[in-house]
């Protein structure tokens, strides 16, 4: 039988300084009694099958995992808690006991484990959640009550989950979205799913689930979940080739320009409107087209105070004032003989 030797469990943590998040911290908790490793490796083959059979290698957090496989390997030498052990344990962690604590964490790694595995296929490598997993873990035993009488694992599997479901919304996608509205939008594709899998409503329904279905079952209006439909749309990049499949084209280029000056449509409006502007600026009198254009700086002129008008002009700066007013007048009666819209002036 392997003597019992100290030995380092890995343990995920917060890194400081620059917030990021170190995948595994070793420390050393009270002796255990190592199974031998044939024994572990028998144990251990089941479920790293199981694992890698349902996760590409991206899931596994890397090319091959081979981190999250010795990970997975070594948590499995902890043999789990009998209720007693458990209850004192915990008893133990609650009172400040540093080491208990750390014992608390090692015994219920697998649980975080056997968590995340359900999260596998949401955009997120399975090693980034274990780490969220392990967080709530912490959080849990931080808050956990041993004097209630219920198992820890009941107690801790709650606040796992939370925190990987939280991972999972905030990390899986390259725009992220409000928790909320995940949340929302995960109830919107439940209910689209049950649609698609009831044979029933498939033969009724043979061109597919519509929108309008997916409001009637949720109970919602058919504008709310057609907006939340909208945003499970993967992201395209603008560098992406057109859809007309020629790669001189790509979608980037089939975006309106916010310029006027690439827009024909914008650019014929301004030249149209420039010519009436002008044509009904020399309609009117000579000091009202001079008060108009020292006022606005028309036709290239610096814009001028009613202070510097009246002084050249030899008017009083009311007098100036209320020329500029008939002139808008008659603009405006201009404006409105033609049809022209206010916002098309600015």
């Not at 030797?5 to 890995?10: E, F, K, L």
């Not at 209850?87 to 540093?98: E, I, P, V």
């Not at 007309?244 to 827009?263: I, K």
Request: negative net charge; charged residues 30%; contains cysteine.
């Amino acid at each position: 039988m392997a003597a019992s030797v100290p030995r380092r469990i890995p343990v995920v943590r917060r890194a400081a300084g620059n917030g990021s998040i170190s995948t595994f911290r070793s420390y050393k908790p009270a002796s255990l009694p190592a199974p031998a490793d044939d024994v572990v490796d028998r144990a251990d083959k089941g479920a790293l099958a199981e694992i890698s059979h349902d996760a590409a290698p991206a899931d596994l957090g890397g090319e091959g995992g081979d981190s999250l496989t010795l990970y997975l390997r070594e948590i499995r030498r902890t043999e789990l808690f009998t209720p007693d052990e458990e209850y004192q344990t915990a008893c133990a962690a609650r009172r400040g006991d540093f080491a208990a604590r750390q014992s608390m964490i090692e015994h219920n790694l697998r649980l975080v484990v056997n968590i995340a595995k359900a999260y596998l296929g949401r955009g997120v490598p399975l090693a980034d959640l274990i780490e969220e997993g392990n967080l709530g873990l912490m959080h849990a035993i931080n808050k956990f009550e041993p004097e209630r009488g219920f198992r820890f694992s009941t107690y801790a599997t709650w606040w796992i989950r939370q925190s990987i479901e939280r991972a999972a919304m905030m990390q899986a996608r390259a725009i992220r979205l409000p928790v909320h509205v995940v949340r929302e939008l995960q109830q919107v594709m439940r209910a689209r799913r049950a649609l698609e899998g009831d044979a029933d409503f498939i033969a009724r329904r043979p061109d597919g689930v519509r929108v309008e279905d997916v409001a009637a079952l949720l109970g919602r209006e058919v504008q709310a979940v057609a907006e939340l439909m909208a945003l499970s749309e993967a992201p395209r990049s603008l560098d992406a080739g057109s859809e007309r499949g020629d790669d001189s084209f790509s979608l980037a280029d089939t975006v309106a320009s916010e310029d006027e000056g690439g827009d024909p449509t914008g650019v014929t409006q301004t030249h149209e409107v420039e010519k009436l502007l002008d044509r009904w600026i020399l309609a009117l009198s000579e000091r009202e087209r001079e008060v108009l254009e020292g006022r606005y700086g028309l036709h290239d002129r610096d814009p001028e105070t009613l202070e510097v008008l009246s002084v050249r002009l030899g008017l009083t700066r009311e007098r100036v004032r209320q020329i500029q007013n008939e002139a808008l007048a008659k603009m405006r009666r201009q404006l409105a003989r033609a049809g022209v819209q206010r916002d098309a002036l600015l």
